[in-house]
C-alpha cells in the first residue's frame, strides 16, 4: 500500500510518497506550478543525497564512503538521475536538480 501527502510549501506543491513494503524508502516529487509542464521526476533519497555530495564536488568514490555504499551503487544512482532527468552527465543532472527545485544552493553550500 501507498499512500501519499500533498504539502504547499514557498518553492510550490510538494507530494511525499511512502510505501510500506519498504519504510525506509521515501520519493519526493515537486509538481508542476502551471498546466503543459512536465512534472519532475521522482528521486529517491539515495539519490538525491548524491546530487548534493556530487554539486559539492565530491567524487562517486568519496560519496561511496560518505553514504557506506558501494562505488558501484553510487554509479548506478547516477545512472538511473541521469535518465530520470534527461541529462548526459552528473554535472548536466546536478543542473537540472537545480533548475527544476529538486535541490536548492543552500543545501548545496
Known amino acids: ?4 501527502i500533498h504539502v504547499n510549501t514557498a518553492a510550490g506543491p510538494l ?5 510500506d513494503a ?5 520519493e519526493l516529487h515537486r509538481t508542476s506550478a502551471t498546466r503543459g509542464e512536465a512534472p519532475t521526476p521522482y528521486l529517491s533519497k539515495s539519490e ?5 555530495w556530487s ?10 564512503k560518505i553514504l557506506s555504499l558501494s562505488e558501484h551503487t553510487i554509479n548506478h544512482y547516477f545512472l538511473a538521475l541521469a ?7 552528473r554535472t548536466h543532472a546536478v543542473a537540472k536538480a537545480l533548475k527544476l527545485g529538486i535541490i536548492t544552493p543552500e543545501q548545496v553550500f
Open 15 to 19: 507530494k511525499v510518497h511512502r510505501s
Open 48 to 52: 538525491i543525497n548524491c546530487l548534493l
Open 22 to 26: 519498504n519504510l525506509e524508502t521515501v
Open 1 to 4: 500500500m501507498t499512500w501519499v
Open 55 to 64: 554539486a559539492r564536488g565530491k567524487t562517486s568514490f568519496e560519496i561511496s
Open 83 to 89: 535518465s530520470k532527468l534527461s541529462a548526459t552527465n
